[in-house]
T-cell receptor, first 114, second 108 residues
Framework: NAGVTQTPKFRVLKTGQSMTLLCAQDMNHEYMYWYRQDPGMGLRLIHYSVGEGTTAKGEVPDGYNVSRLKKQNFLLGLESAAPSQTSVYFC?????????????FGPGTRLTVL | LAKTTQPISMDSYEGQEVNITCSHNNIATNDYITWYQQFPSQGPRFIIQGYKTKVTNEVASLFIPADRKSSTLSLPRVSLSDTAVYYCLLRGYSTLTFGKGTMLLVSP
């Protein structure tokens, strides 16, 4: 199993450009998450999904959109990138089991917006 | 969501036992206490989770007193490779809330 993979690993955008980050997991997990991590900070939840076709807002959803058309994929979109969105983005997934949780994280995508 | 408070940083030497304490005064009845480890340029990795008393696995132990208002992650005989950021989290049903974590530096 590859686990959780993220594409791309690095990206540089200009202000106003758009892009989509792809997260894929091959563990048949129901739940998927997108986080951002800024220097010296912990991770902040952007959006998450509890199943195919469903999404929900996290702590910092503004400026981002997500889609979960297939169970194994969770896409994070930036419609009009801003310098404040320069960050490292982590995707995670976990199976649906009551009161047990191990989130499996991907390697991260380092995004710079100029 | 209930918040957690943990030291910003800790220093240790190889071979020592390290205890990182986390405070969570407003923990809810259905919250589980979860610890993650993060190395530079990597995503966090699950270490251990517990609800009450003591939990032990091959990596660490987690001590939780009866009132559950705090918890202590214990790493036995740390090595240089244990240098990382350690996050204490309260797990609600669907989501996790990460704080800034504790930066553990292990020296020779």
């Amino acid at each position: 199993n590859a686990g959780v993979t993220q594409t791309p690993k690095f990206r540089v955008l200009k202000t106003g450009q758009s892009m989509t980050l792809l997260c894929a997991q091959d563990m048949n997990h129901e739940y998927m998450y997108w986080y951002r991590q800024d220097p010296g900070m912990g991770l902040r939840l952007i959006h998450y999904s509890v199943g195919e076709g469903t999404t929900a807002k996290g702590e910092v959803p503004d400026g981002y959109n997500v889609s979960r058309l297939k169970k194994q994929n969770f896409l994070l979109g930036l419609e009009s990138a801003a310098p404040s969105q320069t960050s490292v983005y982590f995707c995670a997934s976990r199976p649906h089991r009551d009161y047990t949780d191990t989130q499996y994280f991907g390697p991260g995508t380092r995004l710079t917006v100029l | 969501l209930a918040k957690t408070t943990q030291p910003i940083s800790m220093d240790s030497y190889e071979g020592q036992e390290v205890n990182i304490t986390c405070s969570h005064n407003n923990i809810a009845t259905n919250d589980y206490i979860t610890w993650y480890q993060q190395f530079p340029s990597q995503g966090p990795r699950f270490i251990i989770q517990g609800y009450k008393t003591k939990v032990t696995n091959e990596v660490a132990s987690l001590f939780i007193p009866a009132d559950r208002k705090s918890s202590t992650l214990s790493l036995p005989r740390v090595s240089l490779s244990d240098t990382a950021v350690y996050y204490c989290l309260l797990r609600g049903y669907s989501t996790l809330t990460f704080g800034k974590g504790t930066m553990l530096l292990v020296s020779p």
